[in-house]
């Protein structure tokens, strides 16, 4: 026993000289803010639901900088887009799919100051769509105001997928569609294509209490120019109906981007309408 003791007591001694020698540690680059600019790419090409053109390799200025190992992908298009930190000036963004990571997709070039941006990429032959993400987000009482705030992008095309719809109207549904409980249409922004709206406070409804500070199943719908809802083929054999946006959750204190992007088809199966979020904070 007392020679087990021993070993063990060696043993110890071993591994604490061990963990005060041999330091753990982790690879870093430092980042000069005033060389450096954050961007996350928002992947909204118009196209109907396909993995063909999933993204499985991303590099900016000839660096790889994210890869996945399928072509579903589990980066692009598939989870919300995250930042890499890219030189000010001019960036060249390209895009590879396949499994082999090697198919040239998109290649093309904006351009970044200091700052946090998101880079919209809605086609394939066009420079991305930048916008600078808002430094500064409104003020709001913490204990009063239930307030969200939406920034509106509008991207959506139309059935050719390369002519842009138009301008639209974001609005909020409320209601249940019935006599006792009529729908109520709150305006949130109007945009014309490649252009983005202030972040807009929109007042979340508290729900049973103690309430989250979440509101769920939450609803949107979208007007054209000339006031009307925009349409869609619900299902290969159904007819063209009101489109809406619907089961989103918002929070309270939070900022969003809505992205609309995809476009509007002849049928059910050439369109692809998407009104899509990324969380700013």
Same mark, same amino acid.
């Given at each position: 026993?007392?020679?087990?003791?021993?070993?063990?007591?060696?043993?110890?001694?071993?591994?604490?000289?061990?963990?005060?020698?041999?330091?753990?540690?982790?690879?870093?680059?430092?980042?000069?803010?005033?060389?450096?600019?954050?961007?996350?790419?928002?992947?909204?090409?118009?196209?109907?639901?396909?993995?063909?053109?999933?993204?499985?390799?991303?590099?900016?200025?000839?660096?790889?900088?994210?890869?996945?190992?399928?072509?579903?992908?589990?980066?692009?298009?598939?989870?919300?887009?995250?930042?890499?930190?890219?030189?000010?000036? +001019?960036? &060249?963004?390209?895009?590879?799919? $396949? =499994? /082999?990571?090697?198919?040239?997709? !998109?290649? #093309?070039?904006? *351009?970044?100051?200091?700052?946090?941006?998101?880079?919209?990429?809605?086609?394939?032959?066009?420079?991305?769509?930048?916008?600078?993400?808002?430094?500064?987000?409104?003020?709001?009482?913490?204990?009063?105001?239930?307030?969200?705030?939406?920034?509106?992008?509008?991207?959506?095309?139309?059935?050719?997928?390369?002519?842009?719809?138009?301008?639209? +109207?974001? &609005?909020?549904?409320?209601?249940? $569609? =019935? /006599?006792?409980?009529?729908?109520? !249409?709150? #305006?949130?922004? *109007?945009?014309?294509?490649?252009?983005?709206?202030?972040?807009?406070?929109?007042?979340?409804?508290?729900?049973?209490?103690?309430?989250?500070?979440?509101?769920?199943?939450?609803?949107?719908?979208?007007?054209?120019?000339?006031?009307?809802?925009?349409?869609?083929?619900?299902?290969?054999?159904?007819?063209?109906?009101?489109?809406?946006?619907?089961?989103?959750?918002?929070?309270?204190?939070?900022?969003?981007?809505?992205?609309?992007?995809?476009?509007?088809?002849?049928?059910?199966?050439?369109?692809?309408?998407?009104?899509?979020?990324?969380?700013?904070?």
């Amino acid at each position: 026993m007392k020679t087990i003791l021993a070993l063990v007591s060696i043993l110890m001694v071993f591994l604490l000289a061990s963990c005060k020698t041999n330091v753990i540690t982790f690879g870093s680059t430092d980042i000069d803010p005033a060389q450096s600019a954050e961007v996350r790419l928002v992947y909204d090409l118009p196209l109907v639901s396909s993995t063909a053109l999933n993204i499985t390799r991303l590099k900016y200025n000839d660096v790889m900088v994210s890869e996945v190992s399928t072509t579903l992908g589990s980066i692009f298009p598939n989870s919300a887009a995250k930042y890499h930190v890219v030189p000010q000036g +001019t960036v &060249k963004v390209s895009t590879f799919t $396949g =499994t /082999t990571k090697d198919v040239a997709q !998109y290649s #093309n070039s904006f *351009t970044v100051a200091s700052g946090k941006y998101s880079v919209f990429v809605h086609s394939l032959t066009d420079a991305p769509y930048v916008l600078k993400d808002v430094d500064i987000f409104p003020s709001s009482d913490a204990w009063l105001d239930t307030v969200a705030n939406i920034q509106f992008v509008n991207l959506l095309y139309k059935t050719d997928g390369v002519t842009p719809y138009g301008k639209l +109207t974001l &609005k909020g549904r409320r209601g249940a $569609g =019935t /006599t006792a409980s009529p729908y109520v !249409y709150i #305006n949130i922004a *109007t945009c014309d294509f490649k252009t983005a709206s202030a972040l807009v406070p929109y007042k979340l409804v508290k729900g049973s209490p103690p309430w989250s500070g979440t509101e769920t199943g939450m609803v949107f719908v979208v007007y054209d120019d000339a006031g009307n809802l925009l349409k869609y083929y619900p299902t290969s054999t159904g007819a063209l109906t009101d489109w809406t946006a619907t089961a989103f959750s918002l929070g309270k204190g939070r900022n969003y981007i809505f992205h609309m992007n995809g476009k509007v088809g002849t049928n059910y199966a050439t369109q692809a309408i998407r009104l899509s979020t990324v969380a700013l904070n």
